[in-house]
């Protein structure tokens, strides 16, 4: 699929860093998101929340490339946090049971609070 | 800089006329210059000396023409005289002339002031004495005082002489040299021509006909496949255009070549994917199967299995995240797994596990699949389904005399497979009559989007089920599709996929 790139904000909040990506999560723009979580394992971030709230639209790449971020920081030792407030993709974390393997709440500060470790 | 192919070629041309106009001019002027020599001496050199040379034969014939009367007393000898003088005259204005403020006209001067002297004498003394009867006087005034004077008339000529000589001579000299200095410039000028010539005959076209070779042989390679080619032109003008728009090509071919590539790997996917998922829907007594199926791409995630097995109906439908190859390519891994672990005896809940462990150690961590795996038993008509992550299975019932309703059956929810190490194993359990369907789908039904953005959604979707149910699978099949496909005016980005399991019972 040919990629394209999406405006990906990334802010760090004491110790660990916000990743809020502006615009549809699918199969054409998850690259950016695999890749600034990619950059963050490197730099040695472990710890991610990401904000949905700029995301109107997401399918199941983007869904599985959020909870690939999380299997893959839990590996490295750390966690990904998701806030998000949107209806139609709470449902989805509900209907595909994803909702249980990672930490979700309305905002950031209560995501954060969801870290496992 | 860029400068065009027919600059140059004009340039060269250009510098060639030049020369020869260089040329034409330098042989204009130095012949030019040699026909003013010539015509210093033409005009003024040689009539100077014809016109001395005549003064002094006038006044030697003047001279003889007076003798001749003073011995012959024959008028027609003074005659004679009178009109040397007037030719002697002539001679002299016209050699004053000639001479102009050259520094021998003070000789000339001398030479007239002579000659007047002794036409006065002639006139003043010799002519009244031999009138007189004088002669032998006038002789004898004639050659004391005449002839020194004619001497001297004769002498200043020959001076003169030598002088306008000179000229001659040294105007012949720079004639010669002119001509010669003509001459080497000349030589000089056409020996730059062909120089210039020939360099720009050899390396004007040579430049040019080595980079059209080097495009030649990039259009062979072309032909032949290579499209990785070099191609090195900096001769800043149409040529080097050529070249970076042949690169271009170049590099748009091999694109092209990747693309169709692609293609080729593209419809291969498909049809393994085609023989692997497409399984006839086998006749099976008291329960009616219709696939609804619209594919949006080549090569898709969404999959349904169907087993028959003694009285057991075995049916799933999955959806692998993603789109593509890469989906298609976990749905056969998805299947292989089920078929695999089924065909060992194991039941619903071990394949299942089973099939989760193989997703989770197969694919990449961003990777899952949602399904239903559900049975049927034909004779008592209970259906049992483990819901990994999917939509939940919508059912129809006939009802008794004719009320016929529908809603999606909520029951236990276990997770998507591929991801979690225990996903979750509750069944959900139903019982269903004659005449009911369950209609299992892929969530591509749901999700279809409106260009104003809305979703199809789940209540649309009810609602469509609900109004088509009276319908035969086929037209069930058209109307449904069409309907989605009407909503989302045309552009349907996931594949839609649905199962109609029809229970007819044992009767009959």
Same mark, same amino acid.
């Given at each position: 699929m040919s990629q394209q790139k999406i405006d990906i904000e990334i802010n760090t909040d004491g110790d660990h860093k916000v990743i809020k990506p502006t615009g549809d999560l699918d199969v054409y723009t998850v690259g950016s998101l695999r890749d600034a979580i990619g950059s963050m394992i490197e730099e040695g971030t472990t710890k991610v929340v990401v904000d949905l709230?700029?995301?109107?639209f997401m399918d199941s790449s983007g869904l599985g490339a959020l909870m690939g971020g999380v299997r893959r920081l839990r590996e490295a030792g750390g966690d990904l946090a998701i806030a998000c407030t949107r209806e139609q993709h709470l449902k989805l974390f509900t209907i595909t049971g994803f909702g249980e393997g990672v930490s979700i709440a309305p905002t950031v500060e209560e995501a954060a609070q969801g870290f496992r470790g | 800089m860029r400068l065009s192919l027919r600059w140059k070629i004009v340039g060269g041309f250009g510098i060639l006329i030049v020369l020869v106009a260089v040329l034409g001019w330098l042989t204009l002027s130095l012949f030019g210059s040699l026909r003013s020599v010539q015509r210093e001496v033409f005009r003024k050199a040689i009539p100077e000396l014809v016109a001395v040379d005549e003064i002094v034969r006038s006044f030697t014939a003047q001279s003889a023409a007076v003798r001749g009367y003073l011995i012959s007393s024959e008028g027609e000898l003074l005659d004679q005289y009178q009109r040397e003088v007037g030719v002697a005259d002539e001679w002299e204005t016209r050699a004053l002339d000639l001479l102009g403020? #050259?520094?021998?006209s003070e000789v000339l001067q001398e030479l007239v002031a002579s000659g007047d002297e002794f036409q006065n004498l002639v006139d003043n003394q010799v002519v009244p004495l031999a009138a007189d009867g004088q002669r032998s006087q006038a002789f004898r005034v004639l050659g004391q005082e005449g002839s020194p004077l004619i001497n001297s008339i004769e002498r200043l000529g020959e001076e003169l002489r030598l002088a306008q000589d000179e000229v001659v001579v040294a105007a012949e000299r720079e004639v010669r040299r002119r001509q010669n200095q003509a001459i080497a410039i000349l030589i000089l000028v056409f020996v730059a021509m062909l120089v210039v010539g020939l360099a720009l005959a050899i390396l004007l076209p040579r430049r040019l006909v080595r980079n059209l070779e080097k495009l030649v042989h990039a259009a062979r390679g072309i032909e032949q496949g290579d499209f990785d080619q070099r191609l090195e032109i900096n001769s800043h003008d149409e040529v080097e255009e050529l070249a970076t728009r042949f690169l271009k090509m170049q590099s748009g071919l091999k694109r092209l070549q990747q693309l169709a590539l692609q293609d080729r790997e593209l419809e291969i996917a498909a049809s393994i994917q085609r023989n692997l998922l497409?399984?006839?829907v086998p006749d099976i007594p008291g329960v009616r199967l219709f696939p609804i199926q619209r594919q #949006?791409?080549?090569?898709?995630g969404d999959w349904y299995d169907i087993e028959m097995s003694q009285r057991t109906l075995t049916v799933a439908v999955g959806d692998a995240s993603g789109k593509g190859i890469a989906a298609a390519l976990m749905a056969t891994v998805a299947l292989s797994s089920l078929r695999a672990e089924r065909s060992l005896g194991s039941g619903p809940k071990k394949v299942i596990e089973s099939a989760n462990k193989t997703l989770r150690d197969a694919t990449d961590p961003d990777s899952f699949t949602t399904l239903i795996y559900l049975t049927l038993d034909l004779r008592t008509g209970e259906v049992r389904w483990l819901n990994m992550g999917h939509p939940s299975p919508f059912v129809h019932r006939s009802g008794p005399d004719g009320t016929a309703s529908g809603y999606f059956v909520e029951g236990p929810r276990n997770k998507a497979l591929g991801w979690f190490d225990e996903p979750g194993l509750a069944e959900t359990v139903l019982g269903l009559e004659p005449g009911d369907r369950l209609v299992l789908f892929t969530d591509g039904f749901v999700e279809a989007k409106s260009p104003s953005g809305e979703l199809f959604g789940e209540e649309r979707l009810a609602e469509v089920l609900l109004r088509f149910a009276p319908m035969d699978p086929a037209t069930l099949e058209d109307e449904l599709i069409g309907e989605v496909e009407r909503f989302a005016a045309g552009k349907l980005g996931d594949d839609l996929t649905m199962l109609v399991v029809e229970y007819q019972g044992t009767d009959g």
């Open positions: 709230d700029a995301v109107p | 403020s #050259a520094p021998e497409q399984r006839h #949006a791409n080549l090569v898709g």
